[in-house]
């Protein structure tokens, strides 16, 4: 079986592939230890867009540097990707929406007590998980990947 390499992805391929992506979990601290929510989410330009409710979890995010991951991971080969995203969340209303750069529109219905986590794209990294093969012979200290 062939090992495992991790390269790391462009800005472009990370906010492709974040683009493309269904679902999400946002990271953060709760009570000074790691929290993970799995949320469904949109790209507006230079930002992640999270559907919440008003007196939510989310609540306690206003202002704070939070985490946002997502992945496609194909078990049966052994390869996929995953992004990382870090920036300042922000609870927002729909009608405070508008204000986002690159904001067009919201891609669900409203709601009665719907608020949205915004978190800014500050920073972001990615990596492809794939197959290595050895290398040539007289050359057997590198791996390639392919």
């Given at each position: 079986?062939?090992?495992?390499k991790f390269?790391a992805?462009?800005v472009?391929?990370c906010?492709r592939?974040?683009?493309s992506?269904?679902i999400g979990?946002?990271v953060y601290?709760?009570h000074?230890l ?6 469904v989410?949109?790209?507006?330009d230079g930002h992640?867009?999270v559907?919440?409710t008003r ?6 995010l206003?202002g ?9 991971i194909?078990?049966e080969n052994?390869?996929g990707?995953?992004?990382l995203?870090?920036g300042?969340?922000?609870v927002l209303?729909r009608?405070?929406l508008?204000e986002?750069?690159g904001?067009?529109?919201?891609p ?15 920073d ?6 794939g197959?290595?093969?050895l ?7 590198e791996?390639?990947?392919t």
């Open positions: 079986m062939p090992t495992q390269s992805l462009t472009a391929e906010l592939l974040l683009r992506a269904p979990r946002v601290t709760r000074a790691p929290a993970v929510r799995p949320a989410f949109t790209v507006p992640v867009l559907r919440c007196d939510s979890w989310a609540d306690r206003d704070v540097i939070v985490g946002f991951e997502t992945d496609s194909d078990p052994r390869t990707w995953t992004i995203v870090l300042r969340a922000r209303g009608s405070q508008a986002l750069p904001f067009t529109d919201v669900w219905p409203p709601e009665p007590g719907e608020a949205f986590l915004a978190i800014d794209i500050e972001i990294t990615g990596h492809r998980l197959p290595t093969r290398p040539a012979a007289g050359c057997a200290d791996l390639v990947a």
